[in-house]
T-cell receptor, first 111, second 111 residues
Framework: GESVGLHLPTLSVQEGDNSIINCAYS??????FIWYKQESGKGPQFIID?????DKRQGQRVTVLLNKTVKHLSLQIAATQPGDSAVYFC??????????FGKGTRLHILP | DSGVTQTPKHLITATGQRVTLRCSPR?????VYWYQQSLDQGLQFLIQ???????AKGNILERFSAQQFPDLHSELNLSSLELGDSALYFC??????????FGPGTRLTVL
């Protein structure tokens, strides 16, 4: 079935270091994945997406890696800043145009 | 600001009652999605409308219903409310299926 999950509910990172947030999925037919950022009191915000025909996609300070062999994707945030504090969700879009969200990882930035 | 508006921001009601949540999509977006976010379940897709018609259905209870009006705003109706319905309810809109823009959410508290 479809399920998207994250390995850790909480991640603490020193300001300036790189953050890596991981996500595992179970549906090998999944062909599109999205990372969302949700700040306190706000709705989720699209960060970056990746299709299954790609292994890597880069944005501004963010990189998403997809490993289809082990059904794993990760979000890397370079030079983590206080404004990166949020809950990060990976999500999968299925053929019915539904987005299935994982439970989220809360990123804490340590000064 | 995503351009998606939701009202009310907060709603407190009692068990057994009925409430209506409202969403106005971004200008030009034809698709509206509703999600429920609770602490233990993460973000759950409820239902999608496209240009006034139901397009996809997720984990929406029979006590819940939605519609999209000719001006493209949408309403989510929740009836016979139970304590477990307390959650954040998000609306999102999109033009392309890939990228959804989320509103600020309505926090529903059922006492």
């Amino acid at each position: 079935g479809e399920s998207v999950g994250l390995h850790l509910p909480t991640l603490s990172v020193q300001e300036g270091d790189n953050s890596i947030i991981n996500c595992a999925y179970s549906n090998s037919a999944s062909d599109y994945f999205i990372w969302y950022k949700q700040e306190s009191g706000k709705g989720p915000q699209f960060i970056i997406d990746i299709r299954s025909n790609m292994d890597k996609r880069q944005g501004q300070r963010v990189t998403v890696l997809l490993n289809k062999t082990v059904k794993h994707l990760s979000l890397q945030i370079a030079a983590t800043q206080p404004g990166d504090s949020a809950v990060y969700f990976c999500a999968e879009r299925n053929r019915d145009d539904k987005i299935i969200f994982g439970k989220g990882t809360r990123l804490h930035i340590l000064p | 600001d995503s351009g998606v508006t939701q009202t009310p921001k907060h709603l407190i009601t009692a068990t057994g009652q009925r409430v209506t949540l409202r969403c106005s999509p971004r200008s030009g977006d034809l698709s509206v999605y509703w999600y429920q976010q609770s602490l233990d379940q993460g973000l759950q897709f409820l239902i999608q409308y496209y240009n006034g018609e139901e397009r996809a259905k997720g984990n929406i209870l029979e006590r819940f219903s939605a519609q999209q009006f000719p001006d493209l705003h949408s309403e989510l109706n929740l009836s016979s409310l139970e304590l477990g319905d307390s959650a954040l309810y998000f609306c999102a809109s999109s033009t392309r299926a890939n990228e959804q823009f989320f509103g600020p959410g309505t926090r529903l508290t059922v006492l």
